[in-house]
Each structure stands twice: as C-alpha cells, then as structure tokens.
C-alpha cells in the first residue's frame, strides 16, 4: 500500500523541473523497510482509524525520512556513496540537486499531511497537531538536533548519556512521531498518545543499537551498504561503549519496555505494533 502510494505523492500535473522530479522520486523509491509509515498506519489500525486516512500522513514521514537521508549522505555530512545497495542521490544527480531534493520533499511532506483533512474528511484540530507535532520532532528539537549533536559529538562523546540523547532525537524521534500521528487521525486519548510516545521511544532506541550491531557485525549484502562505517569514521556507539553482548540485551529490554508501555494503555488489539516490535529487535539489515 505505501509503496503505491508513494509512486503518487508528487502529483504528475505539477509543472516540476525534470532533474528535480527524478531526484526526488530516486531516494523516495530506493527501497527499505517504509518502517515510519507503517507504524503511522499501524497505530491507526489498533485504534480503529482509517488506514486511508492515515496513508498522507505516512507518505509525509517516508519523505521526511528520505529528505533527511539524502542530506545524511552529502559529503558535508557522513560522506556516504551507497545508499540501500544503490549509488547515493549526489552521486547520480550532483549535491546541488540532491540537496534541493532534499529540500524539497521535507517541503512535500506538509502539503500532504494537509490532504488528511482536505481528502478524508480528519478534523482539521487533529491535522494541525500532527502538523505541529511533525515541525517538533523533525526540528531542532528532534531529528536535525540530534543530526547536530551527532555532527558535534565527532570531537569526542566521553559519556553514554551522550550517544543516548544523539540517538533519541535522531532516530527515536520520528519513530515517537509516526506512532502518535497514527493515533491522532484514529482520535487517541491523552493516555494513548502518551503510551504510543513510550513505545516508541523505547523501540527508537533499540533500533538504532541494533544498528550499530549489524554494523559491526551484519552482511554487507543485506545491509546494501559497507560494514564498519561506524568504526572507519571514528564513531562511537553503544557496542563502543558497553560491547555487543550488553548492546544485544539492551535491544531485548527496551523492546520489552516497549510492549509493557502498549500493554498497560487502553488499547483493544495492540497485535500488529507488539509485531513490529519483535520484528525490529530480530532484524538483521
């Protein structure tokens, strides 16, 4: 359903420069597991919404998340040349063009939260607050603080506290975000969304550990892209600080924070996100 989706989510009339088009839907359509749009659609199911409904709102993370991937990659950034086993967006169109991609598919992503309302009929009160909500998590508050702080930390992160707060805004954030935007087009409780925050804060941060563990360890092949990159750029990560052993339990114990925080709310079939959270912490790409 995403991936169809998302083959429409710059419509084709719009007069759009063809390298930017093509850039754009490049990184949209690389692949990957569409993890923040499913849990959008997910959190919407367990709560009864409408799946169509909710699908603007998950194309509007997926480009979110692309945007800021493309930006990831840039040689100013992490300087990465594959991208899910493919040649990243500069290296095919220029960084001129990959960062105005970029930019323009963060740009996208609002206007599409907007047909929540505007297509399904979602009270506009309910849009708005994803729409804020989105501006938070994205920002400087979220994921580009967290980008920022991981750029930082490169001179020196010397306290696990540290590496936890670059991984909960860079990685949890948009997580926490997908989960509670699933629950405001299903019109979750207060006590719902806070439970949704919890679950995803936890799983955001067992998926960026387990992150760093198939770095170390995982296949190259299923990866699409090099191991040790984390250890080449000096990076320090959990497996770093407290070893692949004590990383692995982490991700275990914060999968089971997790289901607990989702298990005590006032959730009927919670099924599909304690899935995904199993799934998450026995993946390996």
Do not use: C
């Amino acid at each position: 359903m995403v991936e169809a989706a998302l083959i429409q989510a710059l419509p084709a009339a719009w007069d759009v420069p063809g390298s930017l088009r093509e850039s754009m839907h490049y990184s949209l359509m690389a692949g990957g597991k569409r993890l923040r749009p499913i849990l959008v659609l997910a959190a919407a199911e367990v709560l009864g919404g409408s799946l169509e409904a909710a699908m603007p709102v998950a194309l509007a993370i997926e480009m979110v998340h692309t945007y800021s991937l493309v930006h990831d990659d840039l040689p100013a950034m992490d300087n990465d040349d594959y991208r899910r086993g493919k040649l990243t967006n500069h290296k095919v169109y220029g960084e001129a063009m990959a960062i105005l991609a970029g930019d323009a598919l963060l740009t996208q992503a609002f206007f599409s939260i907007t047909q929540a309302h505007k297509g399904h009929g979602i009270p506009a009160e309910r849009v708005l607050a994803i729409t804020e909500e989105l501006a938070i998590y994205a920002g400087a508050r979220g994921m580009v603080g967290g980008q920022a702080a991981d750029m930082l930390g490169e001179q020196g992160i010397t306290k696990l506290e540290e590496l936890a707060f670059i991984h909960t805004h860079k990685t949890s954030d948009l997580i926490v975000f997908s989960l509670r935007a699933g629950g405001h087009i299903a019109g979750a409780t207060v006590a719902q969304l806070r439970a949704l925050s919890e679950f995803g804060n936890a799983i955001g941060l067992a998926f960026q550990i387990q992150d760093d563990i198939l770095d170390i360890i995982g296949d190259e092949k299923k990866l699409g892209k090099p191991v040790k990159s984390d250890e080449k750029q000096q990076k320090v990560t959990y497996p770093f600080f407290i070893g692949i052993e004590a990383s692995e339990q982490k991700v275990k114990d914060l999968t089971i924070q997790a289901k607990e925080a989702l298990l005590r709310a006032q959730i009927a079939h919670p099924e599909r996100l304690l899935q995904l959270a199993d799934y998450l912490m026995q993946r390996d790409h």
